[in-house]
């Protein structure tokens, strides 16, 4: 048990372009998503934390208009990169906390690359 | 606030010897402390968990760490590597907040493995 889906695994757009990217966990209800990125070569850095039905709480530095964070369920969140830049390339990770449970179940990440 | 340090950025070992791993945090709080390794282009795997107990934590693949409070180091260990152990490698600690368990990665350890 306990697995979370990213979908799409990878995408390529132009700039300017919104892409959506959505974390699913598939056999439990997550109540707590989380959403990383990671550039190459790097660690993951948490941009931000979403709870079903609550607005999502970005850390320092993240632009909350640049990427916009949905959890309309328990489990289903999604992240959508608005007006993409080639900046924006990178490889995005979410995670799913299980109520109860003091660990976060990774998604596969997504791999974008805009042009 | 909680932060996890790798010393090793890279580490080359030949398969079939001996590997081990640093990982040293800083938490106020007895530390929830994970081990997850990174093949290129792909998610996280859990290698292993300390939340509390035996000191000695035994995970997936033949990887074992051990808990030091007075040292502040969960390191990671395995008797004897094989090729495919070559990977990235995170420590990660989680604190409970409101927003559920929060994790902080380490830089990561690049693990290369001579034959």
């Known amino acids: 048990g306990a697995v979370v889906s990213q979908h799409p695994s990878w995408v390529i757009c132009k700039s300017g372009t919104s892409v959506k990217i959505e974390c699913r966990s598939l056999?439990?209800?997550?109540?707590?998503m989380f959403w990383y990125r990671q550039f190459p070569k790097q660690s993951l850095m948490l941009m931000a934390t979403?709870?079903?039905?609550?607005?999502?709480?970005?850390e320092q530095g993240v632009e909350k208009d640049k990427f916009l964070i949905n959890h309309a369920s328990l489990t289903l969140s999604t992240l959508t990169v608005t007006s993409a830049h080639p900046e924006d390339s990178s490889f995005y990770i979410c995670?799913?906390?299980?109520?109860?449970?003091?660990?976060?179940?990774f998604g596969p990440g997504t791999r974008l690359t805009v042009l | 606030a909680q932060s996890v340090t790798q010393p090793d950025i890279h580490i080359t070992v030949s398969e079939g010897a001996s590997l081990e791993l640093r990982c040293n945090y800083s938490?106020?709080?007895?530390?929830?402390l994970f081990w997850y390794v990174q093949s290129p282009g792909q998610g996280l795997q859990l290698l292993l968990k300390?939340?509390?107990?035996?000191?000695l934590v035994q995970g997936i693949k033949g990887f074992e760490a051990e808990f030091k409070r007075s040292q502040s180091s969960f390191n990671l260990r395995k008797p004897s590597v094989h090729w495919s152990d070559a990977a990235e490698y995170f420590c990660?600690?989680?604190?409970?907040?409101?927003?559920?368990?929060?994790?902080?990665f380490g830089g990561g350890t690049r693990l290369m493995v001579k034959p």
């Open positions: 300390y939340f509390s107990g035996d000191t």
């Open positions: 990660a600690v989680g604190a409970l907040d409101g927003a559920g368990n929060m994790l902080t």
């Open positions: 995670s799913a906390c299980r109520a109860g449970l003091n660990e976060q179940f």
């Open positions: 056999d439990f209800q997550a109540t707590t």
């Open positions: 938490y106020g709080a007895t530390p929830y």
């Open positions: 979403s709870n079903e039905g609550s607005k999502a709480t970005y």
